[in-house]
Structures are given as structure tokens and as C-alpha cells.
């Protein structure tokens, strides 16, 4: 069964202290890897695509990396403003559902 | 170029009615994409749509119906609503071509069944 498994669940952070938040994937094929920022009571807003093992993207205090069984969301430096829910999904290769969602890692950043 | 719309944005049913939520998109995209968000479950897939007049099945389509009747819209049904189906509804739609594949989403219709 194709799995995105995401950790920790939820994450409490002072301003200014860098973490990772880890997505961990089981699929049959991997055609590549989205992350997506939640804020309460609206929808995922669309943050990297990752594709390759190797492969980094950055935004601001933000940096996605992808190896070949997971991929790591730094958080350099972080602000209260960055208190959101991240989601994970990986792009399948064929199937009935070509996005496969984590349960989501709840980052709080306190001042 | 206002991207996904939905509506409504909240609505509160009782066991047995029925009711279609609306998504709109306004870039052309060919997929589009219902998904339900509940907690602890993440989002899940109910069913897809790859083009105009065309729709699928995904993870969770039991109880939901849907058409695409023109590319623009999306629209998801539900004929007996139960209380199981009290969740957050999100549409999402993308672009065609290969390495185009970011789905863009909604801002989600909150959907309490009593």
C-alpha cells in the first residue's frame, strides 16, 4: 500500500531556532514529490515540487530536499508567521490516486 | 484571475438531503480534483477528472457523485447526505503537460451533516 508517513506531528519552535520536519514515503513509483503550507481554515498553498533524489528547492527561510526514501523541509530561523500546517504528497506513477497526502507535521513558532 | 473557487464555504445538512458543492477554476487546467480533509486522515482523494465530460474514481468515492460538465467546473454531489460526511471538501485542479503536475487548491467548503 503506497504510504507518506510525516514527522513529527507537531512541532513548537522559538523564533530564530532552525528545525527539519521529515516526510517519509513507501509507493510503488515515485514520480516525484509536492509540499504544500496549510493555514487554519483555508486550503494547501502549493510551496516546492521536488523530482530527482538530490534535488533541493528553497523559499525564504524554506529549503525541500529529496532523497530516494524521504524528503526533509528545513525551517532556517523561523517566525511566528511561519506557524502553519505542512503537508507532504507524492506524485504517483499510475493509479486511482496520483497524489498520496501525509497527515501533516503542525509547526507553532513561538515569539 | 481569482485561481480555485468553491462554494458554499459552509453549509449544514440534515441526514438523508442532498446537495452539490461547486468548483470553479480559471487556468485552463484539464485535471481538476475532490478531495475531503478530516482529522487525523489527511486529505483523500473521492474522485478526479482528466478532462471536460470525463471523471474517475479515487480512495474514498462511496456516497459521492460528480460531473464535468465543462472544463471550468467541477462539481461534487452528494444524493443522501449521512454523518460520515461531515468533513472539510477541497477542489484542486493543475495543468496537462508533464512536470506541470502542482496541484492548486481551494479554499475548501466546510460541510457538517446532523
Known amino acids: 500500500e503506497d504510504q507518506v508517513t510525516q514527522s513529527p506531528e507537531a512541532l513548537r519552535l522559538q523564533e530564530g531556532e532552525s528545525s527539519s520536519l521529515n516526510c517519509s514515503y513507501t509507493?510503488?513509483?515515485?514520480?516525484?514529490l509536492f509540499w504544500y503550507r496549510q493555514d487554519p481554515g483555508k486550503g494547501p498553498e502549493f510551496l516546492f515540487t521536488?523530482?530527482?533524489a538530490g534535488e533541493e528547492k528553497e523559499k525564504e527561510r524554506l529549503k525541500a530536499t529529496l532523497t530516494k526514501k524521504e524528503s526533509f523541509l528545513h525551517i532556517t530561523a523561523p517566525k511566528p508567521e511561519d506557524s502553519a500546517t505542512y503537508l507532504c504528497a507524492a506524485i504517483l506513477n499510475s493509479g486511482n490516486t496520483p497524489l498520496v497526502f501525509g497527515k501533516g507535521t503542525r509547526l507553532s513558532v513561538i515569539a | 484571475n481569482a485561481g480555485v473557487t468553491q462554494t458554499p464555504k459552509f453549509r449544514v445538512l440534515k441526514t438523508g438531503q442532498s446537495m452539490t458543492l461547486l468548483c470553479a477554476q480559471d487556468?485552463?487546467?484539464?485535471?481538476m480534483y475532490w478531495y475531503r480533509q478530516d482529522p487525523g486522515m489527511g486529505l483523500r482523494l473521492i474522485h478526479y477528472?482528466?478532462?471536460?465530460?470525463?471523471?474517475a474514481k479515487g480512495e474514498v468515492p462511496d456516497g459521492y457523485n460528480v460531473s464535468r460538465l465543462k472544463k471550468q467546473n467541477f462539481l461534487l454531489g452528494l444524493e443522501s447526505a449521512a454523518p460520515s460526511q461531515t468533513s472539510v471538501y477541497f477542489c484542486?485542479?493543475?495543468?496537462?503537460?508533464?512536470?506541470?503536475?502542482?496541484?492548486?487548491f481551494g479554499p475548501g467548503t466546510r460541510l457538517l451533516v446532523l
Open positions: 521536488l523530482y530527482s
Open positions: 509507493v510503488s513509483g515515485l514520480r516525484g
Open positions: 484542486a485542479s493543475r495543468g496537462e503537460r508533464p512536470f506541470r503536475e502542482t496541484q492548486y
Open positions: 487556468m485552463n487546467h484539464e485535471y
Open positions: 477528472s482528466v478532462g471536460e465530460g470525463t471523471t
